[in-house]
């Protein structure tokens, strides 16, 4: 077993790092403040070849594997957790259609997006659905001859206002026997008459990432625009998660460690009673208790990403790290917070934009209650349902 990065990956780090601490760095407080998505930091990473990593280079990505994308995300949350989510969300969906969508759905809508001319998002979460992806969802589609006609509406979606195209799960056979056959998902170009997306604003944190909710009336797509088989939308927004999770657990992995360095440099400079913060033995623990809670969760999220590179994916170890990352995100910009003392409270330091940042991360794609349900029935089995 071997835990050492290879010279490719190790080098794939220092140019994200470096693209980060040039490009994302000086603007950060800016974009967060006015809640500005970074159209022209997505362009020049893509230029650099920093979206789409994991897509074949046939559809314009670098053909790499999931854990390189996993590492560029958690170097760029590492400076700004919304700037990265913008950056890394920007291909949301491409795993599904790789997977199950037709070849002309993959050249025609995927190698857009790794230029960096394209936005796209994934709709999946109905106003009164949160977590209950198979059972609330009530945004319908309906056959018309050779088009689909979709009404309903989605909420907190990410790239909604600024996406030029959605995949969107569809209630499409609301008789199935199984809750789990009465999806479909469709690809929604957001220029169609009938699309209507209004930004969700004074987010809390992330907030140079788009968030919006969506409404379709009467909305038709063509027949080709439905994208694999029909009833399998749930387990096709299933595939999506059990990756883009992963995207997500790097962000709260590069927040942690970004606070974590953010913290170190300021308690080595700040001194109290005549000593530099460091001194103190209590923040010495809080030192080694924060480092170790990092390398554990970027452990445990590498071999997840691992898992899928070698197409071995784990959906409880996914969740495992999900979970897991996201919590410590939390736990420890709470901490570099505390050892800012009242300088971690205002906006003039990075961890106060950390801080409101982490909590969504035990949120969105799968609160961390819904991680753990998928951890302990994967153990337990029957006996939790």
Known sequence: ???????????????????????????????????????????????????????????????????????????????????????????????????????????????????????????????????????????????????????????????????????????????????HRRHSTFIVETDRPGFEAERCEGKMGIRASDTADLTFSDLRVPKENLIGERGEGFKNIMYFFDRSRLEIAAQGLGLAQGAFEKTIDHIKKREIFGKPVAAFQVNQFKVAEMATKIEAARTLLYRAALSIDENRIDPKLVAMAKWNAARVGVEVVDEAVQMHGGYGYINEYDVERFYRAAKVIEIYEGTKEVEKVIISRAILGDVCR
């Open 1 to 179: 077993m071997n835990f050492e990065l290879t010279e490719e990956q190790k080098d794939i780090r220092k140019a994200a790092r470096e693209f980060a601490e040039g490009e994302i760095a000086d603007v950060a407080k800016e974009y967060d403040r006015d809640e500005i998505y970074p159209r022209d930091i997505i362009k020049k990473a893509a230029q650099l070849g920093f979206i789409g990593i994991y897509i074949p280079e046939e559809y314009g990505g670098a053909g790499l594997g999931f854990l390189d994308d996993v590492i560029v995300a958690e170097e760029f949350s590492r400076v700004d957790p919304g700037i990265a989510l913008s950056l890394f969300s920007t291909t949301f969906g491409c795993t599904t259609l790789l997977a199950v969508g037709s070849e002309e759905q993959k050249q025609k809508y995927i190698p857009p997006l790794c230029s960096g001319e394209k936005i796209a998002g994934i709709a999946i979460t109905d106003p009164d659905a949160g977590s209950d992806v198979a059972g609330a969802v009530s945004t319908k589609a309906v056959l018309d001859g050779d088009e689909w006609i979709i009404n309903g509406s989605k909420t907190f979606i990410t790239n909604g206002s600024v996406a030029d195209y959605l995949l969107v799960m569809c209630v499409t056979d609301p008789d199935a026997t199984s809750i």
